[in-house]
């Protein structure tokens, strides 16, 4: 696992490209690395960076890309066009719709995990997992503003595998800019304007100071303000299915808040010390939404709270890393905790109301604390073959205290065996020991193989082995084959395994139909696993490249809401005696399977066409049949890039999404029928932009998205609208311009 040196202006020498030929071999390895030790027989490529762009099953989203194109605030809106990236819900389930994430080729944003500068970001498990896999949450794509990343490397399959807990589906690895050698700065400010009245605008301020302290000493400061207004409470009327007792919002608002800073010691020429601190705040503008879309609640508990905030993260981290070059070899070690604070007005913990506020609300926090150690060492070794060895341990701690979550009363479905009806337990924890092993093996001059070993120990899960083989072999001077096969797997949440944990429903929520229930966490929940694969050929001739790759996923014991009674509460009052107990249970398996496809095409001399594709064979529980996330059968995204002159670009860009197809199962394990069925028919969304470079101290960028004003709105959740349970906003023009010194 090399690691980018944070010193800038480094050198790429032959050993530096190991990072590519990692990539190249489908490694985990996300950082250039910059070295200067000679390891003569792996094979040089020309920039880690173009090759890292062009590798199957890794994308690479530039600083220039980002500017050319300039997110509203979450970086989101452009992961979601690299190839085996779409956004969904956090379940099938359609709740929480508007709150789209970042899903990986099927798998669900549960198992994306989020890197900034390689250490991993754990703030959205602040908040509470609902009855389907709902989270009232945006993710945690929204930590480092736009304009402050150097690039976003997005690593899917079996290399993702490498990262461990929550890496199934893949990793977004958001790469921060550096300190620098120079004093320089930049002031950035981006606003949009929606055509449509009753859809919010976005303003944001961001800016950056860089440069030396002293011969051996640089800092950076970044610091960003955003509001993004929510859309107006009526923009779904109408368009709801099953109305009468039901209401849909659209988008929420959030406010922004960031500032961060690093420092970093140059101890000498080949040792590096970084500290890197920094705290956010992310604060919701509340549209009306809730868990169920219940309308009688928005008149009397709701609607006092529109256009306010119900809900505010606040994410605190501190990092201290080592970075060194021993001559032998090199190796990275840092210390990270971030505390997160997931403040938010108490909510129902019971059927309909789950995910509401309860009646005269007050505000209370979830506090999440984690603790990350890691330790790492690359050594080259000549012999028999030529290679790079890394060896690394890991050691994560989560500890959570949630008052407001673990409080469901039990004096009407009756108390459940085995814990307390009330003052029950608020805390949780877990922690993780991980040991890993890859090598990065040159066979002969084409054929790169990197097999690899990852143990991991989980205080409440067990012990899981990850192994991991993957294969580049050159075929000729223009195509290459690229395969590779590994286990990945994810631990359960905080509240998966935490029997205090306890949701309730009457019965409409029960799977099969019967009487009252709950759900209770479970402590002897497995660790989901999948096989990943995926074989792939790329055709590359001078800037011309093509490649398709296939891949699946078989997943075993995916946790979900159990659909076998595991007990009976006992007492209780009225109709909801004795009420049944289920558990978060393991589901034997799962499939995820499809297609990926990139071409970059120069047309002419200075326009350049590149296109990706993603199409879903599968992606579904292979006892019910149901869908994994919804998501679309396939998806175009097209881009033409053309530097029209020097200071002047120009880029179209276009996305098909194919159909959204829901699941055919109601909460209790019913047909679904109408509505209830219906797929979301294939659209395309159209962007323009320009910038232009008036000198090196100020650029602008103008554009519109959605340019033909393809409009969807938000209907219900699954069990009401079939797919259509997000908005899609239509036609918004946006500006952004930078000033620098």
């Not at 590359?540 to 595991?566: I, P």
Request: charged share 20%; hydrophobic share 35%.
């Amino acid at each position: 696992m090399a690691h980018l040196s944070r010193r800038p202006n480094f050198l790429i020498t032959p050993l530096n490209v190991a990072i590519a030929v990692c990539l190249v071999a489908g490694s985990t390895s996300l950082y250039v690395e910059a070295q200067t030790t000679e390891l003569e027989t792996l094979k040089i490529i020309a920039t880690a960076q173009e090759e890292l762009k062009q590798a199957p099953g890794v994308s690479l989203i530039s600083a220039d890309d980002i500017r050319k194109t300039p997110p509203a605030n979450d970086i989101s809106e452009l992961l979601r066009k690299q190839p085996g990236v779409n956004l969904t819900g956090n379940s099938g389930s359609g709740a929480r719709g508007n709150n789209r994430q970042i899903d990986i080729r099927g798998m669900g944003p549960e198992n994306t995990l989020i890197l900034i500068d390689g250490k991993p970001v754990a703030s959205k498990n602040a908040v509470r997992y609902g009855w389907r896999g709902e989270r009232d949450t945006r993710g945690d794509t929204n930590w480092v503003p736009a304009d402050q990343i150097e690039r976003i490397e997005i690593l899917r399959g079996p290399a993702a595998a490498r990262y461990g807990n929550g890496a199934a589906g893949g990793v977004i690895n958001i790469i921060t800019k550096v300190a620098g050698t120079e004093h320089h700065g930049d002031v950035t400010i981006y606003m949009n304007k929606p055509q449509h009245s009753e859809e919010g605008d976005s303003k944001r301020i961001n800016f950056n100071l860089s440069g030396p302290i002293a011969s051996n000493f640089s800092y950076r400061l970044y610091g960003n303000l955003n509001k993004t207004d929510m859309d107006d409470p009526g923009i779904n009327k109408d368009k709801v299915a099953n109305a009468g007792s039901k209401i849909t919002s659209g988008r929420e608002g959030v406010r922004n808040k960031d500032i961060n800073g690093l420092l970093s010691w140059y101890l000498t020429d080949e040792q590096t010390l970084e500290l890197d601190t920094g705290f956010s705040r992310q604060g919701n503008i509340y549209g009306g939404d809730s868990m169920n879309n219940n309308a009688g609640a928005l008149e009397g508990i709701r609607e006092p709270w529109l256009g306010r905030e119900t809900n505010i993260t606040y994410r605190q981290n501190y990092a201290l890393t080592h970075r060194g070059d021993w001559g032998f070899g090199e190796t990275v070690n840092f210390v990270q905790y971030e505390k997160t604070k997931n403040s938010r007005l108490e909510e129902g913990l019971a059927g309909g109301p789950e995910g509401n506020f309860v009646k005269n609300p007050s505000f209370g926090s979830v506090e999440l604390d984690t603790l990350i150690a890691h330790s790492e060492v690359s050594v080259p070794l000549n012999g028999l073959v030529n290679q790079v060895v890394t060896l690394g341990a890991e050691w994560v701690d989560q500890r959570m205290e949630d008052p407001f979550s673990n409080t469901q009363a039990t004096n009407e479905g009756g108390v459940v065996p085995g814990i307390k009806a009330k003052d029950r337990d608020t805390k949780s924890s877990a922690h993780i020991f991980s040991v890993f092993v890859d090598s990065n093996i040159e066979l002969a001059p084409d054929t790169l193989l990197t097999p690899g070993l990852r143990f991991d120990q989980h205080s409440e899960a067990g012990s899981n082995w990850s192994p991991a083989l993957n294969l580049s072999q050159a075929l000729g001077d223009s195509f290459t084959l690229k395969a590779g096969i590994a286990q990945a797997y994810k631990a359960p949440n905080l509240y998966q395994n935490n029997s205090n944990y306890l949701l309730y429903s009457r019965g409409n929520g029960c799977w099969g139909g019967g009487g009252a229930c709950y759900l209770q966490g479970n402590k002897e929940l497995k660790a989901e696993t999948s096989i990943n694969k995926e074989i792939g050929l790329e055709f590359r001739q001078d800037e011309f490249v093509v490649g398709a790759t296939w891949f699946r996923n078989d997943y075993k014991n995916k946790v979900e809401s159990g659909k076998t009674k595991t007990g009976n509460a006992s007492g209780g009052t009225g109709t909801f005696v004795n009420a049944d107990v289920f558990e978060w249970e393991n589901v034997p398996k799962a499939i995820v399977e499809g297609f990926e496809g990139t071409l970059s095409l120069p047309l002419v001399a200075n326009l350049n066409w590149s296109t990706n594709f993603t199409y879903m064979e599968r992606s579904e529980n292979r006892t019910t049949g149901e869908p994994l996330s919804i998501i679309p059968k396939y998806t175009v995204n097209s881009m033409l890039d053309w530097q029209v002159l020097d200071p002047l670009a120009v880029q179209v860009t276009a996305t098909w999404y194919g159909k959204q197809t829901p699941g055919k199962l109601g909460y209790k394990g019913e047909e679904l029928s109408g509505d209830s069925i219906r797929e979301v028919s294939p659209y395309a969304v159209v962007g323009l932009s320009s910038q232009y470079v008036f000198n090196k101290y100020l650029r602008a960028t103008l554009g519109v998205s959605n340019l033909f004003d393809e409009r969807l709105y938000r209907e219900g959740n699954t069990v009401d609208a079939g797919a259509y349970t997000y908005n899609e906003p239509g036609r918004t023009f946006y500006t952004s311009i930078t000033s620098s010194f």
